[in-house]
């Protein structure tokens, strides 16, 4: 059994929290979320058809992935203009209506940017490269070659194959963390940050409320270029040269925080702006906390703690959680269950037949933790992982690594809308992914008319949690965590919330920590006060 330490300050009344802290918000994946055109790809008009759906959940902002002009090698991560919209999404002035639409329904808009890298085609890279003299000539990470021809370092990229691309304009390599069209900024630069920067106010003076920062902990390199050590077998099967090297040096640099201060002056200049990076690799848990610590950087950071864990365990949850306690000066952290990177979590935490009673039991979860929630497009319907055959698979990291890359196409499908729909109400065209048969099926229009359906769970839930101070934003105590059995207390100005899950397909023991006193306030799969049938959860406010 697990108890967690004492807190070191009670959290602050809901009245003095900023419209973030504690936020559930709705990531939107833009290829796939409606499309107004017809052409088979979703866009930005077909957002602002559908955010009525997601006000309705009762989530406090959205967050939108990339929709900026791009050659889509990497399906927008690959920026050609990061101010402008790629003609397959729309326009400005379609991104300026879901903005105001989005206010109109109370909700906050977040938009992603991406800073450690852009497009081959982008006009500063097209510039550097003409030669080693031009105004943006170090803008991006240059390097001579080694005397044999080699590449500066031993760096590998996180989707197969050396880190370090030939360019004979110059005779020199220059630095991409991903793909080889991805050209590494060099972040080091004032310039370089002046322009990013620059980026970003655009985005504010246009209205949006947040960002989500992609692979911050890649914007900045060792300028020295030193090799990176070998990484010690961990067990786990390595499907790629940059599973064998410990990421010490081709990232984590320490003077990303002082960007990331400038970051912070900027949006702090136009009031309530939430920043959230992602950040991913060896060193997560301790980057993310450098980069939300004390007053002047992000607000918060998420990981990949729950995004790439093959089991939802009582210990995962405590152990996680326990990483941000409540003390002075430590971040504030969001969590995410599913995402566009990482296969859906009932794919990965359960087996078919108990999707339906395992979706309930995590959506009450979610819903219970400490710290900012955010909810993949599709996740309250109880999606589940797609099997994209190899000859539709669009995804460039699972190609390169086809067989042994799960292809992250199968968590980016369309989403349904309407059952009776060929293509589900998502577009008259043809999907430029499958929808796929068991998704289909668990399309919003039946959802929404069936008052026991999961999409009508997670409203409930959610408005729960955004009336509840302690579920928003208290303190979170562990009383029990063993076996399938969590327990957990969040308590807040005056208000206690006791949580019991039992993540197991058997009945099991009412644990002895948790009181089974008090109103419950929500329950699933038949669980009651001193009961836990197979994956019962329930909420009972002491």
């Known amino acids: 059994m697990t108890k967690a330490n004492a807190k070191a300050h009670p959290a602050p009344a809901a009245q003095e929290l900023p419209w973030w802290r504690g936020a559930a918000i709705y990531q939107i994946y833009p290829r796939s979320f409606c499309d107004a055109n017809g052409d088979g790809i979703g866009d930005l008009p077909g957002i602002t058809a559908r955010l009525d759906h997601v006000a309705a959940l009762g989530v406090d902002a959205i967050w939108v992935s990339p ?12 920026v050609a203009d990061y101010c402008d919209v790629d003609p397959i999404f729309g326009t400005l002035a379609d991104f300026d209506r879901m903005v105001e639409r989005a206010h109109e329904l109370g909700l906050k808009v977040t938009i992603d940017q991406v800073y450690a890298h852009t497009s081959d085609q982008h006009p500063w890279f097209e510039e550097s490269r003409q030669s080693r003299d031009n105004p943006r000539a170090d803008w991006y990470v240059w390097a001579d070659p080694q005397k044999d021809g080699s590449p500066p370092s031993n760096w590998q990229s996180v989707f197969g194959g050396p880190a370090w691309t030939w360019d004979a304009r110059r005779c020199q390599y220059y630095l991409h963390n991903f793909l080889s069209s991805q050209p590494q900024i060099n972040a080091h630069n004032p310039a370089v940050q002046d322009a990013l920067l620059g980026v970003m106010k655009f985005w ?10 992609d692979a911050l902990n890649f914007l900045m390199h060792d300028p020295a270029l030193r090799n990176n050590p070998p990484a010690p077998y961990d067990g786990r099967r390595r499907t790629r040269p940059f599973d064998y090297q410990l990421k010490i040096y081709n990232q984590s640099h320490p003077g990303i925080v002082g960007f990331i201060e400038r970051v912070r002056a900027l949006c702090d200049r136009y009031g309530a702006v939430f920043t959230v990076a992602e950040v991913g690799g060896d060193l997560a848990e301790t980057e993310m906390k450098e980069f939300t610590a004390g007053d002047d950087r992000l607000n918060s950071a998420y990981g990949f703690d729950f995004l790439y864990a093959d089991r939802l365990t009582p210990q995962l949850v405590a152990d996680t959680q326990a990483k941000w306690p409540d003390t002075p000066g430590m971040g504030w952290p969001s969590w995410a269950f599913e995402n566009h990177d990482a296969p859906r979590a009932l794919s990965r935490w359960c087996s078919p037949e ?8 995590k959506a009450m979860l979610l819903a219970s933790l400490r710290g900012n929630i ?5 996740e309250e319907l109880g999606l589940t992982q797609v099997e994209i055959p190899f000859e539709q698979i669009q995804d460039p990291e699972a190609i390169a ?5 799960l ?15 060929e293509q589900g109400g998502f577009t008259t065209g043809q999907p430029w992914l499958p929808l ?15 008052p026991a359906s999961l999409l009508n769970l997670t409203r409930a839930l959610l408005a729960l949690r955004k009336e509840n101070a302690a579920l928003r934003a208290g303190d979170f105590t562990v009383l029990h965590a063993a076996g399938d059995v969590l327990a957990i207390r969040r308590s807040a100005d005056g208000s206690r919330v006791t949580a019991v899950f039992n993540m197991g397909h058997f009945a099991a023991p009412w644990p002895a920590a948790a009181s089974p006193a008090g109103r419950v306030l929500s329950a699933v799969n038949g669980a009651a006060p001193g009961s836990l049938p197979p994956f019962g959860a329930l909420l009972i406010e002491e």
Do not use: C, E, K
């Open 67 to 78: 929709f900026f002009t791009s050659p889509m090698r990497d399906f927008g991560y690959d």
């Open 204 to 213: 504010l003076d246009r209205g949006v409320d947040g960002f989500r920062i």
């Open 354 to 361: 108990d999707v339906p009673a395992f979706a309930r039991m």
């Open 374 to 378: 955010i909810v993949y497009q599709g």
């Open 401 to 405: 690594n086809w067989p042994l890359t």
């Open 407 to 421: 292809s992250r196409d199968g968590a980016r499908t369309p989403l349904p809308w309407q059952a009776q729909s």
């Open 436 to 450: 796929g048969a068991d998704n289909h099926a668990r399309a919003v229009d039946l959802q929404d008319a069936d």
